[in-house]
T-cell receptor
Framework: EAQVTQNPRYLITVTGKKLTVTCSQN?????MSWYRQDPGLGLRQIYY???????DKGDVPEGYKVSRKEKRNFPLILESPSPNQTSLYFC??????????????FGSGTQLSVL | GQSLEQPSEVTAVEGAIVQINCTYQ??????LSWYQQHDGGAPTFLSY????GLEETGRFSSFLSRSDSYGYLLLQELQMKDSASYFC???????????FGAGTRLFVKA
């Protein structure tokens, strides 16, 4: 089954404790991206990757890191989480090219709480 | 700055037609997408317009006017299960960023 898998689904942590949210897709997609969703703000892009070893900042990259060592995986790293990073996070992927239908496939989300 | 504007809430009756509008201000605009999200779920793709005009997919249609920086999602024969949030999203040619609107909450009443 074609899917984007995120883990964990729920995560409660404390300020300053490094964490990683994993994301994996099995559709051989080149493009992957991370979003955070906050009430009234919609989804805001954190980082995206056009291909292996190619990443770029979205609109709200501060406090986050990503890596794209393999095509299928795109982990989101919070080196020193703070309470303002409490949010619902989504990973997404697509087979995006210049003339490709813009269809993002989303993971099921990670609800992060930073105390 | 770059932004998309859509109504925060829309209410309609089962069986009716509803239109959700989206106006955008982005640089390097490439296309407009629509996503549906039920409470507790992930966004799912509904439709995409790169060119002006209407795209139809079953009960859902999406329209784009690039000259007006405007698009809409049309939902026909509304069903209770259509109660959800709907997001428009602009694809930006400059690096393939995607910018989402804040979402429109659709309530379908019996």
């Amino acid at each position: 089954e074609a899917q984007v898998t995120q883990n964990p689904r729920y995560l409660i942590t404390v300020t300053g404790k490094k964490l990683t949210v994993t994301c994996s897709q099995n559709m051989n997609h080149e493009y992957m991206s991370w979003y955070r969703q906050d009430p009234g703000l919609g989804l805001r892009q954190i980082y995206y990757s056009m291909n292996v070893e190619v990443t770029d900042k979205g609109d709200v990259p501060e406090g986050y890191k990503v890596s794209r060592k393999e095509k299928r995986n795109f982990p989101l790293i919070l080196e020193s989480p703070s309470p303002n990073q409490t949010s619902l996070y989504f990973c997404a992927s697509s087979s995006r090219g210049p003339a490709t239908n813009e269809k993002l496939f989303f993971g099921s989300g990670t609800q992060l709480s930073v105390l | 700055g770059q932004s998309l504007e859509q109504p925060s809430e829309v209410t309609a009756v089962e069986g009716a037609i509803v239109q959700i509008n989206c106006t955008y201000q982005t640089s390097g605009f490439y296309g407009l997408s629509w996503y549906q999200q039920h409470d507790g779920g992930a966004p799912t793709f509904l439709s995409y317009n790169a060119l002006d005009g209407l795209e139809e997919t079953g009960r859902f249609s999406s329209f784009l006017s690039r000259s007006d920086s405007y698009g809409y999602l049309l939902l026909q024969e509304l069903q209770m299960k259509d109660s959800a949030s709907y997001f428009c999203a602009a694809l930006n040619t400059g690096g393939f960023k995607t910018i989402f609107g804040a979402g429109t909450r659709l309530f379908v009443k019996a």
